[in-house]
């Protein structure tokens, strides 16, 4: 894995491309967690400047009891959460687990290196509150990171 210090690399454009036509989402995930942690990455986003304030679901997450969401969560019920960080780039949370947030967004979004970089930003900054590894994959691959933020280190580490 090469590292950079800086989140103004793109991404492989050929491998956005291969995201694009497999029709797979990527998805921002942190391992590890606990329901305090997603209570602090919830009260984040609520009170951050990274996600514009007309999306509904960001006001109704005062009221979203995490401990509540996974005694109650069945297949039939799951929770989601929709953002827009400022752009175009809509992120899907879904409440799957206690032990991992998961952020999804469809690569299409993704055209412009402001883009990217709103992106590469909230997983920083997502790093850096909890103080994980932070990884952008495909979709169903959580072995498989494209890119990988390190708060120890306070760098990306991509693959070539």
């Not at 752009?87 to 947030?101: A, R």
């Amino acid at each position: 894995m090469a590292s950079s210090s800086t989140t103004s690399f793109l991404i492989n454009s050929r491998v956005l491309s291969e995201l694009v036509e497999d029709g797979l989402l990527i998805d921002i995930r942190v391992t590890g967690t606990t329901k305090l942690e997603w209570n602090r990455v919830l009260e984040f986003l609520h009170t951050s400047d990274l996600t514009d304030r007309t999306n509904q679901t960001i006001e109704d997450q005062e009221h979203l009891d995490v401990s509540r969401v996974f005694e109650d969560a069945s297949e039939e019920s799951l929770i989601n959460l929709s953002l827009k960080l400022h752009g175009p780039i809509i992120l899907t949370c879904n409440f799957y687990c206690e032990d991992e947030i998961e952020f999804s967004i469809d690569p299409r979004q993704l055209s412009l290196p402001t883009d990217i970089d709103r992106v590469l930003n909230l997983m920083r900054q997502l790093g850096n509150l909890l103080n994980k590894p932070v990884g952008l994959a495909p979709e169903g691959k959580s072995d498989t990171n494209l890119i990988l933020y390190q708060p120890a280190l306070g760098e990306f580490l991509c693959d070539e």
